[in-house]
């Protein structure tokens, strides 16, 4: 089946290509880029030396440590024997999840906005229905419109929570809302959880498994790619009730047959180690969104201030271009931001990361307000 590249790592590329004034790009991330920390460094070392049994369920020490970082941090109970398996990060485990839960011809509801979950809902033979979320709304899951959407090939609702690109993070009656839709349909709720650190207003990150006693069929992916800069790693996991967790943990051995050892190690090190290697980077990412919504808004440009995530989804509407154009426009003038159909959103918007030094957030917004003023001369 033909698919089109990932948007984001197309972009990537074609700005690293780019030539001319596209040369001059302010940088800007989406996550932490750092080194690890010598304890993670260690663990890996050492872990290198071993022979490990082979694990497709993952490595049991990682599994107990995620289960008591679950119920530590967030109340979560979640059975590390039966309820977690280790994947190669959320993309990994939501394509996995997908393959093995939902047939071919069924049909799973997306809110969008969303994450790039079209490819692998397409590679699973399961047809996405996108459910639009309104910006005036900021961005809210509408409850009504996802179950006006239900079909008798409905199998299962994909929330993004927090989500990305528009940083919308549900509030618990929205989520409990959601979840009902769900339980009089029999649909299964799969949620991408992968920004908990990422979190500066609104209601709070809660996640869905704080629900269970609401439905049962709930199932979580998260990456620790986001949380941990763990990105050149690869490890992230699911969690989900013991009877769909089974068919996951099956199609993971043909996939991969299990996740590496050494990354798994270096995985626990990283969950139970210091943390203040890293929290430097999320402690100025609430000052680093109020500076580009404030910058937007000087340069004429409309977003709601985004609860959580590290980018916000900005209307360019007044720029009168769209998409790929819209793409390209804002990389001539140095800014790398990917247009919402990439997202399922409309194509008029575009997601700008803020993961940069407040100077590089100054220079966007000064490029942008400029744009902008051109526009508005012509």
Request: glycine fraction near 8%; proline fraction near 8%; include cysteine.
């Amino acid at each position: 089946m033909p698919l089109p590249r990932l948007p984001a790592l197309e972009l990537a590329e074609r700005a690293l290509d780019a030539s001319g004034p596209c040369a001059d790009l302010i940088p800007m991330g989406g996550v932490p880029v750092l080194p690890m920390p010598a304890h993670v460094v260690e663990a890996a070392r050492i872990a290198a030396g071993r022979v490990f049994p082979r694990r497709s369920r993952g490595s049991a020490e990682l599994r107990r440590t995620i289960s008591d970082h679950l119920r530590s941090t967030f109340g979560v109970d979640a059975d590390p024997e039966a309820e977690l398996l280790i994947t190669h990060g959320a993309q990994h485990g939501m394509s996995l999840v997908l393959r093995a839960l939902l047939d071919p011809g069924d049909e799973v509801l997306v809110p969008a906005p969303t994450y790039f979950f079209d490819g692998m809902i397409r590679l699973a033979g399961v047809r996405p229905i996108y459910v639009p979320s309104e910006e005036k709304c900021g961005w809210d899951h509408d409850p009504a419109a996802v179950e006006a959407a239900v079909t008798p090939a409905t199998r299962a609702l994909l929330i993004c929570n927090p989500n990305n690109p528009t940083g919308y993070l549900p509030r618990r009656e929205r989520l409990e809302q959601l979840l009902d839709v769900a339980a009089r349909h029999g649909l299964i709720v799969l949620a991408d959880e992968s920004y908990e650190r990422y979190v500066w207003d609104g209601p709070g990150y809660r996640p869905q498994m704080l629900l269970r006693n609401r439905h049962p069929d709930l199932v979580t992916v998260t990456s620790l790619s986001k949380n941990y800069a763990f990105t050149s790693w690869r490890v992230g996991y699911v969690n989900a009730p013991a009877h769909l967790l089974e068919p996951i943990h099956r199609a993971l051995e043909w996939d991969v047959i299990n996740v590496g050892d050494v990354a798994q190690a270096a995985a626990v090190a990283a969950l139970t180690g210091p943390q203040d290697w890293i929290e430097p980077s999320f402690a100025t990412l609430r000052s680093r969104r109020d500076l580009l919504v404030a910058g937007l808004a000087r340069a004429g440009l409309k977003t709601p201030p985004p609860d959580a995530g590290v980018f916000a989804f900005v209307d360019f509407g007044p720029l009168g271009v769209v998409s790929r154009a819209l793409e390209d426009l804002l990389l001539s003038h140095g800014v790398t931001a990917l247009a919402g159909d990439a997202f399922q959103g409309p194509a008029t918007h575009a997601r700008v990361l803020y993961g940069g030094s407040a100077a590089a957030l100054t220079e966007v917004t000064d490029r942008l307000a400029s744009l902008t003023a051109g526009v508005r001369r012509t």
